[in-house]
């Protein structure tokens, strides 16, 4: 309870000026606050990667929800970040014409070069590996997204090229 | 094909369109003509008689979803609203990703025309978050129209208002089910609602509300524009107009090609992708997307139709076409597609939600060799209990049965091998084991 308290009187502090503006411009758009749920947790996860249990709340209580309510929103959605990921997300397609194509052996070898499994951030906190629902590239199989860039027909001997050189993926 | 229609300004060597360039193949003038000389009702009558069917999936004729809108004095006061389904996310589908990464007003100028007919004066692009290319083209082309006066205040002075948001999405398959994306988009977890209300009359904020797919709405310029009986003789078959067909999987030139409503899959697989790779057979295919039962090589010659693909045992769906060869293992196919679905269950009903993840592990045990005849008797239980219509919440458990019960069917061999050999025969030649379940 007194937990609770502390973090509660921090909240008006949590999150920026610039994300409540953002996250306020959102509330235009919608007849009830907790219709901007999602944009403004993406909002708040565009700055920082993730969404804390702190900017959670914090956004919570601008938009008249109970805390609880928005984590139900939050975890739903596999978009939305809980734990802290990497400075890129990997979204790693493992659908069906991606895994006829080998994708599972594409799979393998990121881990092995990354040293990580899905759901996991590699030790230099680069890069977080996550599976993705389908990403609608099947005739480029095997495909995966790292951060914003779509990478298709990945073979074995790329990833290994991918992950030698550190510059990888500036923004295109 | 000669004449192509919604993918006339997409080509290998074509660049992607903006204003000037759509404007000047033609762009924009069904949204003219419209806004000049055709009501809401003569439009709802054109695109109702040229006989359109929505091209998500389901193939519900699309005049006939916008005429259960209220009009005029039926509707109480208030906002309607106009929604495009942009969520692609069926494994195997990837035909909306190219309409709106190269022909983004295209899409835009079929979404004004929808709010016209049905009188929406607020309408949402729902596109998944992972499509980043469609995304800023999308809204780049959307200040154009802001520009031109196609969007905002008395579009081409007809009085007619309307706003246009490209809202992209946090994730979750289910978010590709209507009324799971209205409460995403109302801020919500993504579970699909209880029909009736239908959101033709209770949609997005309780508002009437109509959800069209991509590829539909694309239609809709070249149908006000052209007309209804010009629609109807692109069809080859039963149905009108031209569809966008893909083909994935281990063939020569996969791919997506525009051709005629009705053209065999034969002219598909072997015209367009060039058939199987070398060394591979044709073994089956899901003719339209992952929740698509399997049909074999003697449907070859059958016309992509939708009632043609709905009496041979499937469905038409997205159009997009999944090979499975003859070295990759079925039961492994299908495996990871009820993965996926398990994966993706909303979680509201127990048939979903318990069904699939223990529909996963029967086959992941029949997979690794550890299944029995019991197993299988399984399956067929979960087949007939969770594929039933009416056991479910929604759509996406029975469409999750589609591609296993087929298999059980065509494959059925299969599966006694590798029960009666305690392993995968295809174990030699397959892509390494499959993840097990519970770990994503």
């Known amino acids: 309870m007194n937990n609770n308290q502390v973090i509660q009187t921090d909240l008006a502090n949590v999150l920026t000026e610039e994300e409540i503006l953002e996250i306020n411009q959102e509330l235009s758009h919608v007849p009830y606050k907790s219709g901007a749920a999602i944009d403004a947790l993406k909002i708040v996860q565009k700055n920082r990667g993730w969404v804390s249990d702190a900017c959670l709340q914090a956004i919570a209580r601008h938009l008249d929800m109970s805390s609880e309510d928005l984590e139900g929103v939050a975890t739903f959605y596999n978009l939305i970040y809980r734990r802290p990921v990497g400075e890129k997300v990997i979204l790693f397609c493992d659908s069906v014409s991606c895994w006829i194509c080998g ?3 594409i799979k393998e070898k990121v881990s092995q070069k990354l040293g990580v499994d899905f759901g996991e951030t590699t030790s230099d906190k680069k890069y977080t590996l996550l599976p993705v629902p389908c990403l609608g590239a099947c005739d480029r199989a095997p495909v995966m997204m790292i951060g914003d860039d779509l990478l298709t027909n990945l073979s074995e001997d790329e990833i290994d090229h991918l992950f030698a050189d550190s510059d990888f993926g500036g923004d295109k | ?47 109702s008689s040229s ?6 999936g389901a193939g519900f004729p699309t005049g006939m979803k916008w005429s259960f809108v209220p009009m005029g004095d039926k509707c109480t006061p208030g906002h309607k609203y106009l929604v495009c389904n942009a969520d692609e996310m069926e494994p195997g589908a990837f035909k909306d990703r190219l309409l709106m990464e190269y022909d983004p007003h295209q899409l835009i100028e079929g979404m004004i025309l929808a709010a016209y007919t049905i009188g929406a004066d607020l309408s949402y692009i729902f596109i998944r978050g992972e499509y980043i290319v469609s995304i800023k083209r999308l809204r780049d082309a959307l200040s ?20 246009m948001h490209v809202h992209p999405s946090a994730g979750r398959y289910i978010c590709g089910e209507e009324t799971a994306l209205i409460n995403a988009l109302e801020g919500k977890r993504a579970n699909p609602r209880a029909k009736p209300p239908f959101p033709q009359v209770s949609g997005l904020w309780g508002r009437p509300t109509i959800v069209n797919n991509v590829e539909t709405l694309c239609n809709i310029p070249h149908i006000i524009d052209r007309g209804a009986e010009w629609f109807k003789s692109l069809g080859a078959g039963q149905d009108s107009g031209t569809k966008l067909f893909g083909v994935s999987g281990r063939v020569i030139n996969p791919g997506c090609w525009e051709l005629p409503m009705g053209t065999p899959i034969r002219e ?32 070859l010659d059958l016309a992509m139709d939708y009632d043609v693909i709905g009496k041979a045992g499937s469905r038409m769906g997205t159009g997009t076409l999944i090979i499975l060869d003859d070295q990759t293992c079925p039961v492994g196919m299908v495996l990871n597609l009820i993965r996926f679905f398990a994966h993706e269950s909303c979680g509201f009903c127990t048939p979903c939600r318990e069904g699939l993840p223990w529909t996963q592990q029967v086959l992941l045990n029949i997979e690794e060799g550890r299944g029995t005849e019991k197993d299988l008797e399984t399956l067929a239980f979960q087949i007939n209990y969770i594929g039933a219509i009416g056991n479910t919440h929604c759509a996406l458990a029975p469409g999750a049965i589609e591609p296993l019960q087929s298999a059980m069917k065509y494959f059925r061999e299969d599966f006694n091998r590798h029960v009666s050999g305690h392993s995968c025969p295809y174990s030699s030649v397959s892509k390494t084991s499959l993840k097990k379940p519970g770990v994503h």
Do not use: W
Request: charged share 30%; hydrophobic share 30%; glycine share 16%.
């Open chain 1, 103 to 105: 994708c599972d052996r």
């Open chain 2, 1 to 47: 094909m000669k004449d192509r229609v919604l993918t006339r300004n997409i080509g290998p060597d074509l660049e992607p369109t903006n204003m000037a360039a759509y404007e000047k193949n033609g762009g924009y003038q069904g949204l003219k003509k419209a806004m000049k000389d055709l009501s809401p009702k003569d439009c709802q009558d054109l695109v």
């Open chain 2, 51 to 56: 006989n359109l069917r929505g091209r998500g």
């Open chain 2, 144 to 163: 154009e129209c802001y520009e031109k006066g196609y969007l905002g205040k008395n579009i081409l002075g007809n009085g007619f208002d309307l706003e």
């Open chain 2, 268 to 299: 598909i697989l072997e015209g367009c992708a060039g058939g199987m790779q070398k060394g591979l057979e044709l073994k089956g295919f899901l003719p339209g997307g992952g929740s698509t039962d399997f049909l074999v090589p003697e449907h």
